[in-house]
């Protein structure tokens, strides 16, 4: 995420740790690499130029010359108007109403409809409410059917009609029905266009002023760059939507969107998706996101996320198991399971201080977990309760088993001794147990 951005960046502030003293002069040029970062990841030029020189003021204002760490002083000013141009704090759902209505609006081809179903996800989840999902798109071709799957896998119901009616009609009728079922939350996912025109604008405009949303949320693709944030600009003229959703996020090394849409629209970014699974969704936090693109990692959300998995009673049983030396395979899966549920790996680990600048250039295979779980599940339960007994012979059917070679599962073992100490000095089975077997996966 944003690695182009966060390695010029690094660069900039690099002309400051050449110098014996800092001055105006390499000032000034530290912050021109700084905006010619910023226009190489795609962010308004007048926005772009606004920003660094509102630093420069704040810099001077303060007396970085002067300080006993100038250098450290100007990447914390860079980092807190980077925030304030994202919104400086994050912005909750409005989920006010009987039933609370939130509509969703983008381009066809945005994520609109992986994104409700992961909304409708995140509200049952955290906010503890019951939602409905209404297949307002009738149009894209099984895109109510998507609908469909989405919400059984999140256990959501959708409300759908199969004749080719109006689609106020069904966001009408949608709502009618959760009224009845006793739903208190109704997601409207409503139909986009490969492009803006005047139909889909006149269409979503009519739902919104007939169904009067809570919310109305506008979803937009990351990578799509400033191309983002006109579309964002335009869609806002016509609706006036209350938030916007960046999709694709983890596919993003520039970042553009993220930076101008703000200051663009005068809209919070509300939501972030990293990740096609229907629990991929994060709150948009614009003082962490400053952080991790200034190479500062997001411990924060690394930690909420490894809480999401963490059960006291398991953890305690965990804890005990490590403290007597019995942590054994069946464990060590349990927890890579845990690790899995939290998010794309190689994001994880990029939300741990200087780790991201480390691990930039290697491609962390997301597959590479299912080699461990094969070779994991290819050992009787004799053996995963009791790793000791893995001699040479028992090693060689394991690897036979697994489709994996003799070396993988030797170092694997290895692996696995090395994590239990690890485990046994941290003694912790919670978030900071995870990241450590995060990092014992690493080695």
Do not use: C, W
């Not at 927890?335 to 794309?344: A, E, H, S, T, W």
């Amino acid at each position: 995420m944003f690695e182009n951005l966060t390695d010029k960046l690094e660069k900039a502030f690099h002309i400051l740790k050449g110098h014996g003293r800092i001055t105006e002069v390499n000032v000034a040029d530290t912050l021109k690499e700084v905006r010619r970062a910023l226009l190489d990841a795609d962010v308004n030029f007048k926005i772009a130029k606004e920003f660094t020189n509102t630093v420069k003021e704040k810099a001077l204002g303060q007396k970085v010359l002067t300080s006993l760490q100038p250098g450290q002083l100007l990447v914390k000013i860079v980092r807190d108007e980077m925030a304030a141009l994202m919104g400086g704090q994050a912005s909750d759902i409005n989920l006010q109403g009987a039933p609370a209505v939130i509509l969703i609006a983008g381009l066809q081809g945005s994520g609109k409809t992986t994104f409700s179903a992961k909304l409708a996800s995140y509200i049952k989840r955290k906010k503890g409410r019951n939602p409905m999902l209404v297949a307002a798109d009738v149009y894209r071709p099984a895109a109510i059917d998507q609908l469909k799957v989405l919400g059984q896998q999140i256990n959501v119901p959708v409300f759908s009609i199969p004749e080719n009616m109006n689609p106020v009609e069904i966001a009408q009728k949608g709502i009618e029905e959760a009224k009845r079922l006793g739903h208190n939350v109704v997601i409207i996912d409503t139909a986009g266009r490969l492009s803006i025109d005047e139909q889909m604008m006149r269409e979503i405009a009519e739902i919104h002023k007939t169904v009067k949303p809570s919310e109305t949320l506008f979803v937009v693709d990351a990578m799509t760059g400033q191309d983002a944030v006109n579309t964002a600009k335009a869609f806002n003229d016509v609706l006036d939507y209350d938030g916007v959703v960046l999709t694709k996020l983890d596919g993003d090394t520039r970042g553009g969107a993220a930076l101008s849409i703000r200051a663009t629209v005068n809209k919070p970014i509300k939501f972030v998706g990293t990740g096609e699974k229907v629990d991929a969704l994060d709150v948009f936090h614009p003082d962490r996101m400053a952080d991790r693109i200034l190479g500062m990692g997001d411990v924060v959300s690394l930690v909420e996320r490894a809480q999401e998995q963490y059960n006291e009673e398991e953890a305690r049983k965990l804890n005990k198991k490590i403290a007597t030396n019995k942590f054994d395979f069946e464990d060590f899966y349990n927890q890579i399971q845990q690790i899995k549920k939290m998010g794309n790996v190689k994001d994880l680990m990029g939300m741990l201080p200087g780790v991201n600048k480390m691990i930039k250039d290697f491609d962390i295979d997301e597959n590479a977990f299912k080699h461990v779980e094969a070779i994991i599940l290819s050992m009787t339960p004799q053996e995963r309760r009791n790793p000791e007994i893995l001699n040479g012979s028992r090693k060689k059917r394991i690897a036979l088993g697994s489709g994996r070679d003799i070396t993988e599962v030797n170092r694997l073992i290895k692996q696995f001794e090395d994590m239990k100490k690890i485990m046994r000095m941290m003694q912790s089975g919670g978030p900071r147990g995870l990241a450590g077997m995060m990092r014992g996966m690493r080695s």
